[in-house]
């Protein structure tokens, strides 16, 4: 049996040429460079996928998957997380970022509004910063214990403590 391990989180379906949006956490991407296949939990099984290429961009990787051409087909796979054979990491896994886990958890507000897909961490001089990945782009939020009011593994949610107008506010400004 292979034990997997989440490396990171696929997002949108991007264009019409099969390529798919992959935002691997970024002390294991590496290790995601190097990876033939990636795996996609589905209906509880884990499925194979062959990399066929990959295209850096600026916060992400376009992620091209044998055998899945169609922007159809790629659909069944966004807002999924993706894992990698545990054998190809390192072991201290778990203690080399304490937030990756999170990473394509579900964000809601107060009133458990949904804002979008959990999809990185910045981390800058005073704070860290959860980037959620909306229908209007990223958005960028302080990630800190004071602020969250829930995290619920089983369901992969994270319930910030923002209501509708501080998140209008960090929404467009």
Known sequence: MIDIKKV???????????????????????F????????????????????????????????KLKGLDSPEELRKLSDNNFYLDGKSLPEKLEESNTQSHLIGYTATIRDNQIIGKL????EHPYQILAV?????????????????????DSNQTIQFDYDEDVYITLKFN
């Open 32 to 63: 995601f460079l190097k990876a033939n296949f990636i795996f996609v939990k589905i209906n509880g099984s884990k499925v194979p996928y062959l990399v066929e290429k990959r295209k850096a961009q600026n916060d992400f990787f376009l992620l």
């Open 119 to 122: 999809i990185d961490f910045e």
């Open 8 to 30: 990171g989180y696929l997002g949108k379906v991007h264009g019409n040429h099969g390529f798919i949006r992959a935002y691997p956490d970024e002390k294991l991407e590496e």
């Open 132 to 152: 959620i990945n909306t229908q209007k782009g990223n958005l960028s939020i302080p990630f800190h214990e004071d602020l969250i009011l829930n995290i619920d």
